[in-house]
């Protein structure tokens, strides 16, 4: 992860398919410099909503280096890498292996 000014923190997430943005713990993000620039309302797995705040940063796995939208969390969001970064990267998760490998890329 990479945000203000060259400021980086390497980071272990889960990896959940079902998941759109990547969730940052507060300390991460906050280590970062990284900013809110707007809010936005989500829906958990068990229907409940709530609202956090989402800002952007670069985000490195191997040799791929992105850009990408992430969710700033609070105190007690984990780390969670979600398909928006996942798709980014050119990634896609094969949930048989629980590996991370280069998706099929269509321009149809």
């Not at 000014?5 to 272990?12: D, E, I, P, Q």
């Not at 007690?76 to 991370?100: A, K, M, S």
């Amino acid at each position: 992860m990479a945000g203000l000014k060259g400021r980086k923190r390497s980071l272990r997430f889960l990896v959940d398919s079902g998941a759109s943005y990547t969730v940052l713990p507060e300390k991460v993000w906050k280590a970062l410099g990284l900013r809110p620039q707007r809010e936005l309302t989500f829906t958990l797995a068990d229907g409940t909503e709530l609202r956090r705040k989402v800002s952007e940063c670069r985000v490195r796995y191997d040799s791929l280096e992105v850009h990408t939208p992430v969710v700033l969390g609070e105190p007690e969001d984990q780390p969670l890498l979600g398909v928006l970064t996942l798709e980014i990267l050119g990634l896609v998760l094969n949930p048989f292996t629980r590996t991370l490998q280069p998706m099929k890329l269509m321009m149809a």
